[in-house]
T-cell receptor, first 112, second 115 residues
Framework: ETGVTQSPTHLIKTRGQQVTLRCSSQSGHNTVSWYQQALGQGPQFIFQYYREEENGRGNFPPRFSGLQFPNYSSELNVNALELDDSALYLC???????????FGEGSRLTVL | AQSVTQPDIHITVSEGASLELRCNYSYGATPYLFWYVQSPGQGLQLLLKYFSGDTLVQGIKGFEAEFKRSQSSFNLRKPSVHWSDAAEYFCAVVLARGYGNKLVFGAGTILRVKS
């Protein structure tokens, strides 16, 4: 059984640029969530996708957007990057409802 | 709004000693509560969860947690800590009923184990 995989693992961008992070969900999972973990803080919920539709969003501006594909993989896009966007971005998948979240190892984004 | 407080940023215990990590939550209804562990450079791994029923919950790696509604707490315990338990621990509560597994996390407690 393949777990949640994320790419890239590390990347560096400059302010104003755009970034796309990718996530492959665990086999059989139809729900994907994205979290932002700034240094020294707990993860914060960005949004969740269920069957290709956004299913809830945290307190993040519209320049954070996402997609879920028919195979349940997902992308997180961030436009107009700001220094404060530097963080570890975690993807998690689960079966719809309250099934256990399985997390990937994250993509660490540094914005200079 | 739902919130989770982990009062201890760092805790250091000796190998073999007992451990208790504190977690307090603010939530209007009966909460769904979780403890996760994160090793450096790793994602989050679920240790245990509480939905309902028995207030003492057993998890993986010898961890347990007790839900105390009167104190709004969900403290994590382990009777004997191993050096491999050194990691960061996060308490979390589900955001709201009907929101599936959307979690609000505490700021985390870093556990150091000394030999």
């Amino acid at each position: 059984e393949t777990g949640v995989t994320q790419s890239p693992t590390h990347l560096i961008k400059t302010r104003g640029q755009q970034v796309t992070l990718r996530c492959s969900s665990q086999s059989g999972h139809n729900t994907v969530s994205w979290y932002q973990q700034a240094l020294g803080q707990g993860p914060q919920f960005i949004f969740q996708y269920y069957r290709e539709e956004e299913n809830g969003r945290g307190n993040f501006p519209p320049r954070f957007s996402g997609l879920q594909f028919p195979n349940y993989s997902s992308e997180l896009n961030v436009n107009a990057l700001e220094l404060d966007d530097s963080a570890l971005y975690l993807c998690a998948s689960n079966l719809a409802g309250y099934g256990e979240l399985f997390f990937g190892e994250g993509s660490r984004l540094t914005v200079l | 709004a739902q919130s989770v407080t982990q009062p201890d940023i760092h805790i250091t215990v000796s190998e073999g000693a007992s451990l208790e990590l504190r977690c307090n939550y603010s939530y209007g209804a009966t909460p769904y509560l979780f403890w996760y562990v994160q090793s450096p450079g790793q994602g989050l791994q679920l240790l245990l969860k509480y939905f309902s029923g028995d207030t003492l919950v057993q998890g993986i790696k010898g961890f347990e947690a007790e839900f105390k509604r009167s104190q709004s707490s969900f403290n994590l315990r382990k009777p004997s800590v191993h050096w491999s338990d050194a990691a960061e621990y996060f308490c979390a509560v589900v955001l709201a009923r009907g929101y599936g597994n959307k979690l609000v996390f505490g700021a985390g407690t870093i556990l150091r184990v000394k030999s």
